[in-house]
C-alpha cells in the first residue's frame, strides 16, 4: 500500500503543473527523459529508512526508477483518466496540504515548557502513587458471595481455587488476579473495599458493584514513582499540540461555509 502512495505521488509530481518560479532541485536520475530530482530521492530515503530498510543511493535510485516507470507507463495507458484514480490523486494532494499545513501551524505556534510543566503537574496530582494487586470472586448471587466468604474463613479450599470454580470473570481461569492497578482504574465500590484490605487480606462481607457480587483479597501494595518533568515533557508537549490542532481545526469549520447537497 505504501509504495501504491508513492507510485501515487509519482504521477501527481507529473501530473502537477508549476505554481512558482522556483530553482529546480539538483537532479538525482533522469528516466526516459524525465528528471526525478533529489528532494523526491531525499523523501524515499525518510521512507526507507522509517522502514529499517536499506537507504543508500543505490536502494533510493532503484526504488524512484521503478516507481518512475511505473508512473510513465500508467499514464501512457491513460490510467490517469479514471475517474478512481483522479480522485486518489486529488485526495492525496488535499492529504499532503493539510499535513503540509499542521506541521506548519505546530512549527509556528510552539508549546511553552511552562505550558508543559503546568500540565504535568495538573496530571501529577490527579495520580495515585500508590498500586494495588487484588484478585477478586466475581458471581451473580450474594448468597454466593458470602458461602464463598464462610469458606475462606474456615480455611477449607483457597482463594485461588474458589476464583476457578466460582467466578463467572475471565480472571477466574487465573485464579482472580487482575493484575497492578491504581484504584481509579475500578469502580467506586471495589476501590473502597480494595483500598481497605491490608495486604493478603480479604473482604469479609460481599462488595456489590454493577457488574455482580465481589470477594476481593489484596496480594501486594507498592509505591510507584512519577516519571520527571524531563522525561515526559515531550510527550506532553506533543499532546497538548494536537489538542492546539484539534482547536484550529475548529475554528476553521465554525468559519466555514458548508453545504450538504439534497439527498446526500
Known sequence: MRNYKIILLA?????AQPVLAADPAPVFVIVNGVAVDR???????????????????DNVRSFLIDNELLAQEALRRGLDQSAEIKALIELQRKDILAKALIDDYITRHPVADERAKAEYDQIKAKTDDTEYL?????????????????????KKKTFETLA????????????????????????PEFATAMVALKKGGYSKTPVKTQFGWHVIRLDDVRKIDFPEFDKVKGRIANQLAQQDVRKYLAELRSTAKIETPSGQ
Open 134 to 154: 487484588p484478585r477478586h470472586i466475581l458471581v451473580d448471587n450474594e448468597k454466593l458471595a458470602k458461602a464463598i466468604i464462610n469458606s475462606l474463613n474456615i
Open 11 to 15: 504521477c501527481l509530481a507529473t501530473l
Open 164 to 187: 476457578k470454580q466460582y467466578s463467572k470473570d475471565p480472571t477466574g481461569k487465573e485464579g482472580g488476579v487482575l493484575g497492578w492497578l491504581a484504584a481509579g482504574n475500578v469502580v
Open 39 to 57: 528532494l523526491q530521492a531525499d523523501l524515499v530515503r525518510m521512507d526507507l529508512q522509517q522502514r529499517k530498510r536499506p537507504a543508500a543511493d
